[in-house]
């Protein structure tokens, strides 16, 4: 059986297959861009990334009504992405420090 989204319905697969697909070719594009810039500068905007992702899941959880184990997934999904922010910001100021230090 396919998985359904809050967004979607069964006989959405078709559509969600899509988004999906989309969504994958926009990753592939962000982590060239990030690739190509200096290790702090690419961590920080990582950060950034989790952070917008996190404010997304929890909107979300604002718009849309979900059951309860829905919505208490994206929940602790959302506290996890703000987690992943607070360290990739950490290891950016790690990597600034080291770059003032080496330079």
């Known amino acids: 059986m396919a998985d359904t989204t809050i967004a979607a319905g069964a ?4 559509v969600e297959h899509f988004y999906r697909e989309l969504a994958a070719e926009r990753v592939a594009g962000a982590l060239r861009l990030l690739s ?3 290790e702090a500068r690419s961590l920080s905007r990582s950060a950034e990334a989790f952070e917008r992702a996190a404010a ?5 959880l604002t718009l849309v009504p979900a059951n309860e184990e829905i919505a208490e997934r994206l929940a602790d999904e959302a506290e996890a992405l703000v987690l992943m922010a607070a ?15 080496d330079g």
Do not use: G, I, K, Y
């Not at 997304?56 to 979300?60: D, S, T």
């Not at 990739?88 to 770059?99: I, K, P, V, Y």
């Open 11 to 14: 006989t959405d697969v078709l």
């Open 36 to 38: 190509s810039e200096p």
């Open 56 to 60: 997304a899941l929890q909107h979300v």
């Open 87 to 101: 360290r990739f910001e950490q290891s950016a100021d790690l990597a600034r420090s080291n770059a003032a230090t």
